[in-house]
C-alpha cells in the first residue's frame, strides 16, 4: 500500500508541475501515466490477492 501511496502522490505531483511551468508538458503526460500504471497496479493486485478457496 505504501507503493501506491508513493505512486499516487508522485503522478500527482509530476501532473501539478507540468501544468503549472510554462513548456513542461512532457512531465504532465509523464504523471498520467504514472497515475494510469499506478491505477493497474492496484487493480492487478486486488485481483492476484482474491481468496480461492473451493466453494462448499
Known amino acids: 500500500m505504501v507503493l501506491f ?7 500527482v505531483a509530476l ?3 507540468g ?8 512531465l504532465a503526460s509523464i504523471g498520467v501515466l504514472l497515475l ?3 491505477l493497474l ?4 493486485r486486488s485481483i492476484w ?4 478457496r473451493p466453494a462448499r
Open 36 to 38: 494510469v500504471v499506478d
Open 49 to 52: 490477492r482474491a481468496p480461492r
Open 15 to 17: 501532473v501539478a508541475v
Open 5 to 11: 501511496l508513493a505512486l499516487l502522490i508522485a503522478g
Open 41 to 44: 497496479y492496484l487493480a492487478g
Open 19 to 26: 501544468v503549472a511551468v510554462d513548456g513542461m508538458l512532457y
